[in-house]
């Protein structure tokens, strides 16, 4: 036999016992089901036996307590009948008070004093005179409602003896909330039934069997037993299990009758779904037979196909068959492929890597040259923006050394030496700033200024330059007072300026606005220049970004203008944007700045030259001789005592011996730098009081930081504007005086 005949054997002779026992047991799961069932439904009939009990006992009491009613016993037989029918919750049931013979001499559903029927058994009302016990009667037909009643009925006490009996009367209708407390299926059907068996009340169809006798199985076995279940057919015809129990109060009968599809139907789904489980079982067992027998055969076949490969130079593929020698066996056959591919694999490998590194290699060198080509690119444009202004002040500085030069010619030359200078500071800050400004280290000095006069005065600066005076200019301003530095603000101006007129053709328009609106500060620029291409639209504020160079490079500039506008106008909690519809239809540059709460001062201008001496002594420190020599003449004309110092000693022995008001430190000193000088001068008891004020090339937040922790009480960033530095040596006075 094959090894699948095998296999189906032995998983049968596994299965057959397994079969048996589940037939056994699946029997007893079915009759486990069915009386646990029948045990819930017999807990309803109690359960719906204990509410009636409850009710007729309410009753019970009810009519004790109206047997002692002083109404009564004093013969008061209308208030008796106020006070019984007071008692009723609704027309369902009533009380009727009989005397020996059975004539009703009280009816609490009929006015007092109606004449009423005579009982139609006054026996009854005589044996519970005799007993004294109370007594619940069978289902009865009511003489005066004309419906069948049940009641329940007590003896009133008397000296002589009982003369009277009080009765409660219900309608079957009554015994209805009975049913509602017990929440079974809407095919139960719940039954109450009198010591005769004739139905008083029923969950369902209660018109139409309340009356009738019910089943005769269930009224003979109730004769020998209060408690029990039987299998019959209901008054529907329904197959049902008939579940009934005994009143304890009444001797009356509530039966349960229950589908007997609902009670076999659990138990039955169990033997369906046991027996799909066995089917399942073999089935189950047949088809690991097949597969176990295929997988054996299948191995032994992957096994000779290795073998196969492994002659043919191929890497066999390592399988697991689950049959360890055959597993052994493609374990060889596979180590063995192994050794061999990873000879290939290594050669191929480095093959690869060679090609990577091929790669990396001319990938780096395309960087290199774009970067060398970029840096002589920024080289050329950085030559060509420091020679032109160098010119211009070469230009100026030999006009001035020429004998016999007019007064205007003189003044021109200057003013074209400081226009040039400013141009060359603006160069050397924008290069300085670059870097502060993207990494976010730039230090705001905020002060309040109108927007509206910065511009008015950025244009005057300008004036002259970058070929301003070739366009038309059209400023329209308002006030518009922002918390701003002043110094960048000037920056943001002066570049979007300057880029305007850059790429703006001679004879073009160039409109200037400010505003306020929307708590905001509008500054709008507005050319008809050259426009902007669409695919440099979303480059226009990144570095070193510009239009299309030409050689002769009219326009100028290092690409770096508008990412400083940008950056500082961040910086300031504000936003830029660019406009243009294309190339030749000009552009438009928007900054918008939040509007500070109220106006502040104006910009900064040169005092006047004060009228007498000023007694204030100022001390400057400066190691370059011409910075020193034109900052004491500024302040020398503005009235000041200047005394000068070359070098850090030199400062801290003439601020000893001349005990100035005001120092003015360089930090890049020789011998002892500027912080060194401030930490001895603020060390020394003689010197302590002295104002000192830092000028320096370096600008960074950290640099101001580590001025004022050496003392300094102000931190100004070359170049420095005599206005400027007499605004910060005037402000000490006031608190000097």
């Known amino acids: 036999m094959k090894i699948r005949t095998y296999l189906t054997l032995t998983a049968m002779a596994v299965l057959v016992p397994v079969i048996v026992f589940a037939a056994l047991a699946l029997n007893m799961l079915l009759d486990a089901e069915r009386q646990a069932a029948l045990r819930a439904v017999h807990e309803t009939a109690r359960a719906t036996a204990l509410s009636v009990d409850r009710e007729l006992a309410a009753a019970e009491a009810r009519l004790r307590a109206l047997a002692t009613s002083r109404y009564l016993a004093g013969g008061d037989l209308a208030g008796f009948h106020r006070q019984a029918k007071g008692l009723m919750r609704d027309d369902n049931e009533w009380i009727v008070l009989f005397d020996r013979s059975g004539q009703q001499i009280i009816n609490t559903r009929e006015e007092f004093g109606v004449p009423l029927p005579r009982r139609s058994r006054p026996e009854i009302g005589l044996e519970v005179m005799r007993t004294g016990a109370a007594y619940v009667s069978n289902l009865l037909y009511g003489a005066v409602v004309k419906r069948p009643v049940v009641s329940v009925e007590v003896p009133v006490p008397h000296p002589d003896g009982p003369q009277l009996v009080i009765s409660q009367a219900f309608v079957t209708d009554y015994l209805d909330r009975a049913f509602e407390q017990a929440a079974v299926p809407g095919n139960w059907v719940i039954g109450i039934f009198d010591r005769e068996g004739v139905t008083v009340a029923r969950s369902r169809g209660g018109e139409q069997f309340v009356g009738k006798p019910t089943v005769p199985q269930l009224i003979e076995a109730a004769r020998t037993r209060d408690e029990g279940v039987l299998r019959t057919h209901n008054l529907d015809g329904t197959e049902i299990y008939g579940i009934y129990t005994r009143s304890r109060l009444s001797g009356w009968i509530v039966g349960v009758g229950v589908p007997v599809v609902d009670i076999e139907h659990a138990a039955r789904k169990a033997v369906f779904v046991s027996g799909i489980g066995l089917l399942a079982a073999i089935g189950g067992a047949a088809l690991v037979a097949f597969l176990l027998g295929r997988r054996l055969a299948g191995a032994v076949a992957g096994a000779a196909q290795s073998a196969a490969a492994l002659g043919r130079g191929e890497l066999p593929c390592e399988t697991r068959s689950g049959v360890a020698e055959v597993d052994h066996l493609h374990t060889a056959l596979a180590e063995a492929g192994s050794i061999l591919q990873r000879e290939r694999d290594s050669r191929e490998a480095a093959e690869a890597e060679r090609e990577v590194l091929f790669a990396s290699e001319q990938e780096a060198r395309r960087l290199a040259e774009q970067q060398n080509k970029t840096k002589d690119e920024f080289l050329a444009m ?88 070739r366009h038309t200019l059209n400023v329209e301003v308002e006030p518009a007072w922002v918390d701003a530095d002043p110094t960048r603000i000037e920056q943001v101006i002066s570049n979007l300026l300057l880029n305007a007129a850059k790429y703006t053709p001679g004879e073009g328009r160039i409109d200037v606005r400010v505003r306020a609106a929307d708590g905001k500060a509008e500054l709008t620029v507005r050319d008809n220049g050259i426009g902007i291409p669409p695919q440099l639209m979303p480059h226009i504020f990144d570095v070193f970004v510009q239009g299309p160079a030409t050689l002769d490079r009219t326009q100028g500039g290092l690409g770096i203008g508008l990412a400083l506008v940008q950056r500082l106008v961040m910086l300031h909690g504000g936003t830029v944007t660019a406009y243009s519809e294309g190339a030749g239809k000009g552009s438009c540059f928007t900054v918008q700045l939040p509007l500070a709460a109220s106006a502040g001062g104006a910009g900064r201008a040169l005092p006047p030259r004060p009228a007498g001496g000023n007694a204030c002594r100022v001390l400057l420190v400066e190691d370059n001789e011409d910075n020193r020599q034109t900052l004491a003449a500024v302040l020398s004309i503005y009235g000041f005592q200047v005394t000068e110092a070359s070098d850090g000693h030199l400062g801290v022995r003439a601020a000893t011996a001349e005990r100035p008001d005001v120092a003015v430190v360089d930090i890049g000193l020789p011998g002892i730098d500027g912080y060194e000088v401030a930490r001895r001068l603020r060390a020394a008891p003689e010197t302590r009081h002295i104002r000192l004020i830092a000028v320096t090339g370096y600008g960074q937040a950290e640099d101001r930081e580590r001025a004022l922790a050496a003392g300094f009480d102000a931190h100004l960033i070359k170049p420095v504007e005599p206005a400027r530095l007499l605004e910060a040596i005037n402000s000490f006075i006031r608190f000097i005086r």
């Not at 603006?426 to 309040?448: C, H, T």
């Open 382 to 469: 950085l030559g060509h923006e420091l020679r032109n202004p160098l010119g211009a002040i070469s230009n100026a500085v030999a006009i001035l050394e020429f004998e016999g030069l007019s007064e205007e010619s003189g003044k021109r030359a200057r003013d074209v030496i400081g226009r040039q200078s400013q141009h060359l500071a603006r160069i050397v800050d924008d290069l300085l700033d670059v870097s502060r400004v993207m990494s976010g280290k730039v230090f705001l000095n905020r002060q309040r200024l109108d927007l509206a006069e910065a511009v008015r005065q950025c244009i005057a600066s300008l004036s002259g330059a970058q070929r301003a005076d």
